[in-house]
């Protein structure tokens, strides 16, 4: 009798702790407590559709492309359990709040650029390739791009778009032509722009000198006349 009950308590505690977290493979006594389990491996999985989440998960998995020239790309189990999951997380976070320009290429400049990883969420990375990625950037793909910011200010601010180089604030206007949300482009074919631009002074015109250097963009607009044209012409139209 004694081996029977040995026996039966036996498959009981196999029983009570059948209910196993497959994350972490912690053994619960119920699907109740089991659900209410929280791992750190269980909540990454739970993040796992945030997008802030998935554009560190796209960093990671081109971080190891351009590493390794691996043909399997990195699976997000694997990136969970990464020892860089919360230093890749936290750059999706950075690139997520800023909204960054062409993410990937941003990506791959840190990279190719030897930028260690805990300096990726830094201002300074990003300004100095938003500055290279501008200056290639063609007249109409940059006119397209800051007149949706603008639109996007004027449903924010309820003022009409072609306000902005008039009624933006000051603070925030110096920080967006730094970012790269509005173009030098724009900025020095209309005539708000440029009187707003000539407003700065002090701390602002220091914050956006290196990205409107007067010297570049005047021998670009000077090899690139007709192109000049024809944006003067477009924004003149608009109003802006």
Known sequence: MSNLTNFLENVNVVNEKSHECKYCERSFTSERTLSVHMCEQKRRHMMQSEKWVQLGYRAFQRFYDKATASKQPKTFDEFAKSQYYIAFTKFGKFCYDLQVLNFVDFVD??????????DWTKNEAYVLWIKQYVRKESYDVALERSIKFMEKWSRNTHEHWTDFFKLANNNELAYWIQTGRVSPWIIFACDSGKERLGTFEGDH???VLDMISPRFWTE?????????????????EAGL
């Open 109 to 118: 400049f840190l990279i190719d650029f030897g930028v260690k990883l805990d």
């Open 205 to 207: 015109l220091k914050i």
């Open 220 to 236: 670009r607009f000077d090899k690139n006349p007709d192109d000049v044209k024809v944006l003067t012409e477009i924004l003149k």
